[in-house]
């Protein structure tokens, strides 16, 4: 029995070559095999573009990640100001490759390199556990705004002697004045990164805000005195430090009179954030708690008045701060300086002392010459710890006089 044929048609097309119809065709099906192999091709085609974009991904993510990092970690541990202590060094607390947590609370080194807004920001940031994870013993800030030299230097260094630990210092200086003292000087190091300064300008404002924020980045700093080079102690170490530390009050004078000189300089484009009754005077040489020296540099709304409207001969740095604290501070405040000063003798600067001025009489005359202040709401007979403005030439008399009467 013949169960059926298969006919082959002849081929068509160029060549005079036989080709199958379409039910051939039919009849043989594509090759599964040939199927089997485009599709594996495709599919690693696929994973390859999928893995080399996810390479690419996390070159990038990486890339931004390390940029984000060392940016933020050089606005918060800038490596000149915390890089004096190794991270493995059992003394600085901290482990190795990471920030030392000693280093962290104290900064071995003032040079870094934040902007004024960066550095206010990092200085203005407060802890809000109310205990410290280390023992604190809070020290006095000394914060000298001077042009150049310190002609009181060994004045202030004998001073400072034998009180490691209770206290900082930090210098403003014009930007290229370098200060040349002995690495066994108190001083040795301590000039903070400085700016130009014009005398009467809001530029005096942010050289004091400059030292308080780079004072603030010590944690143990708990008062912050502002003195200039030709500012002497009148007390010695252990009456300055009992007194600051244990006040209750910053020592800030604020007053507002009816002269030129006072309510003459207020602007009426201050308004209403600042009313004429509110305007404030006082003493730039300033004496400040840390929480009002945090308040005070990261204040901004104010700071910007005062730079738009406090101008020309208005004396910013003789009115932001008293006016600052008497609106927002006032409790907290003293109201009255701790640095004397003779202005009897009239003028736009108060009187300076030399050599032929300098005597033991003349000493105790700056300490009770009659003021009567308060301490501590209590009436007390201390009433000035430093006094200015003394010329170069007084410094061999009073280094005479620290035996006696000055006791340092």
Request: aromatic content about 14%; charged content about 20%; hydrophobic content about 35%.
């Amino acid at each position: 029995m013949i169960w059926g044929t298969t006919k082959l048609k002849p081929r068509s097309g160029g060549g005079g070559g036989m080709m199958l119809g379409d039910e051939e065709s039919d009849y043989f099906p594509p090759s599964p095999r040939k199927d089997w192999s485009a599709g594996l091709l495709r599919l690693v085609t696929a994973m390859v573009i999928f893995m080399g974009g996810v390479v690419l991904g996390l070159s990038v993510s990486g890339s931004v990640a390390r940029y984000y990092y060392n940016s933020h970690a050089e606005l918060f541990f800038p490596a000149t100001t915390y890089g004096g202590c190794a991270g493995g060094d059992r003394d600085c607390g901290g482990p190795a490759g990471g920030v030392p947590f000693k280093a962290f609370v104290h900064p071995p080194h003032l040079a870094h390199s934040m902007s004024d807004d960066e550095l206010f920001w990092r200085a203005s940031l407060v802890p809000k556990a109310e205990e410290f994870p280390f023992q604190r013993v809070p020290k006095v800030a000394f914060l000298f705004m001077t042009r150049g030299p310190l002609p009181f230097l060994p004045l202030w260094e004998k001073f400072f002697r034998r009180h490691q630990g209770l206290y900082s210092i930090y210098v403003h200086t014009l930007p290229d004045y370098k200060l040349n003292v002995s690495r066994s000087s108190a001083f040795y190091g301590r000039q903070i990164p400085s700016e130009e300064v014009s005398w009467g300008s809001i530029t005096l404002v942010d050289a004091e805000k400059r030292l308080l924020a780079n004072a603030l980045l010590d944690f143990s700093n708990e008062r912050f005195v502002l003195l200039s080079e030709s500012c002497i102690p009148v007390y010695n170490f252990p009456t300055v430090y009992e007194y600051l530390i244990n006040s209750q009050h910053s020592f800030v004078e604020s007053y507002n009179i009816d002269t030129q000189q006072c309510a003459g300089r207020y602007n009426r484009r201050m308004a209403p954030h600042i009313l004429p009754e509110q305007w404030r005077k006082g003493s730039e040489w300033f004496e400040l708690n840390r929480e009002m020296a945090v308040e005070i540099v990261a204040d901004y709304k104010y700071y910007s008045i005062f730079r738009k409207h406090c101008r020309p001969s208005c004396y910013p740095d003789e009115h932001y701060i008293p006016t600052y604290l008497h609106l927002f501070h006032g409790s907290l405040n003293a109201n009255r300086t701790i640095t004397w000063v003779d202005w009897s003798r009239g003028g736009p600067h108060p009187a300076r002392y030399g050599a032929e001025s300098i005597s033991e009489g003349f000493i105790q005359a700056i300490r009770s010459n009659g003021t009567r202040c308060t301490y501590n709401s209590k009436p007390t007979s201390i009433c000035y710890l430093f006094a200015r403005k003394f010329a170069p030439s007084a410094l061999g008399k009073l280094m005479n006089l620290t035996s006696t009467v000055l006791d340092f």
